[in-house]
């Protein structure tokens, strides 16, 4: 596949698939801003369907795990095809599989790969991979958190999301990325808009005081605030 430079000056952030259900794609990455960013080019999706690479008549991907017990296991050798097939046209890409099992996924982490070339992102079903393939092919296993869905796609769709929205272009105010949750280890401080006051809530005065330094210093006291009572884990941290 030809990579055509975007108007950006930069070539498309790649994002490439590899699942059962193709169809559950684009999805919530169509729409927005994110879905706007892919119509113009800035990123692009491959998807490439697992089945096509499955065996005999019925096309199988998965078996019985060894040792016996519930479930399904996916096969190493359909699974190293239909990697191989798709690292044909993006060897470079990092390859990630969406795993409750995997490292966390970070902001951090988020922006690293946005920086990058782009994903390859295997989708699992079933119990499980078979974990030859996991070590055969360098896979990195890649969780979005403490909880366990029905199928890697949606893990995907997030660690794509969270990644394309830090490509240069794609939300239209750079700024507003500095600000947020995450970005300097803390969470966002609360925000106001309109009416100034609703239903006998005012809105904090010094936000109306004109005072930007003053402005910047509550914002990061309620932070540390939010910090502290929410998620004092992000503050142990280094
Ligand atoms: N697949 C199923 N559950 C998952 C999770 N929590 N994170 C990433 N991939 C998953």
Redesign the pocket.
Known sequence: MAHIPTATGRLPWRASVLTLFPEMFPGPLGVSLVGQALEVGLWSLALHQIRDFGLGRHRAVDDTPAGGGAGMVMRADVLAAAIDHARGTDADLPLLY???R?TPLTQARARALSTGPGVMILA?RFEGIDERLIEARGVEE???????????EL?AMVLIDACVRLIPGVLGAEASLADESFEDGLLEYPQYTKPREWENRPTPEVLMSGDHKKIAAWRRAEAERLTRERRPDLLSED
């Open positions: 969406m795993s409750p995997g699992g890649v969780s979005i958190g403490d909880y366990v869905l029905s199928g890697g893990a």
